[in-house]
């Protein structure tokens, strides 16, 4: 659904974007993560048509997002920052959005403001700033697009409201095959929603995989072969040859290790060495988004600590 190619962005001589590849496959939810002015927001804003590309270019459904009025229609945006429709109540927001958008769904706006527990005779202006993004989100989704972009569109949320965003994002995804490019830095409840994730480090893709693939891909390994060996590292040449040894520290007799590669091949390597103790699980999405971008700080030690 959406292809981006080699996409550059500079403001006054900073570059907020170096060459920026991605691809958000139909009908999925793809996360973007990034620390802070990692890009994640000037990528949604060029996709969105707010911004324009300094270089490199971008599709949705095959049509060029730059310059295309169609583009547009297939698509929604919310941004973090919600300033608009402040003087309307969700009625009169209704009755401006239904006559703008052609595939207008008043159920859907229905659905999501009852289920929200909205009053629409208030002015989004009283509401607070997630009552306010609730209503926005159900707007959004009432366009029925084909493409949804989300700029932290879970901050400030309570847990209820943020499952509900959730809840209503997989059934669209589900049920009209609509694709979702989400940012956040929520990053456990991404691990729960997401099928792909995008890593972005100042303006950079880090790394881009499927979900399962990028929390199966590392694993954290706790083992040891008691107090009496000295070059304890020496013992794992073999396990790096098979797969590959990220990290390696010691504490005492017990070795932590950060390892890349297959379950099967680590088992392998156990049962034939035989260490007294042996542990392995599998990195989650925070800790990956940590060691891709920490490298060896006291940040991805603690991961295996």
């Not at 926005?136 to 965003?165: N, Q, S």
């Not at 260490?275 to 392995?280: A, K, R």
Request: glycine share 12%; proline share 4%; net charge negative.
């Amino acid at each position: 659904m959406i292809s981006v190619k080699g996409l550059t962005k500079d403001f006054d001589g900073f570059r907020a974007l170096d060459g920026v590849d991605m691809d958000v496959p139909d009908g999925s939810i793809y996360g973007l993560v990034g620390t802070n002015g990692a890009g994640k927001t000037t990528i949604l804003k060029l996709l969105a048509g707010v911004l324009a590309p300094d270089g490199g270019d971008a599709e949705i459904g095959g049509l060029p997002v730059f310059g295309s009025a169609a583009t547009r229609g297939m698509l929604a945006f919310i941004p973090d920052d919600l300033d608009y429709y402040r003087s309307y109540n969700l009625n009169e927001m209704e009755r401006l959005l239904g006559g703008l958008y052609r595939r207008w769904d008043p159920e859907v706006y229905d659905v999501i403001v009852s289920g929200f527990g909205l009053d629409r005779r208030n002015k989004l202006s009283k509401f607070s700033k997630g009552m306010r993004k609730q209503a926005v989100f159900a707007a959004a989704l009432a366009t029925t697009p084909d493409c949804l972009l989300l700029d932290e569109p879970i901050d400030g949320l309570d847990p209820i409201a943020r499952k509900k965003i959730w809840a209503y994002i997989v059934s669209a995804s589900a049920d009209r095959g609509m694709t979702t490019l989400v940012s956040s830095h929520n990053l456990r409840e991404m691990e729960g929603f997401c099928d792909r994730i995008g890593v972005i480090d100042h303006g950079v893709m880090k790394l881009e995989r499927e979900l399962d693939d990028l929390t199966s891909d590392l694993n954290k390994v706790q083992a040891s072969f008691g107090p009496n060996i000295g070059d304890s590292m020496g013992m794992y040449d073999d396990l790096n040859v098979r797969a590959e040894v990220r990290h390696f520290s010691s504490v005492g007799s017990v070795d932590y290790l950060i390892v890349k590669g297959g379950r099967d091949e680590l088992m392998r390597w156990r049962d034939e060495k035989r260490p007294l103790i042996f542990d392995i699980t599998p990195m989650t999405i925070e800790e990956v988004f940590i060691y891709e971008l920490g490298g060896e700080s006291d940040a991805v030690k603690s991961i295996i600590g």
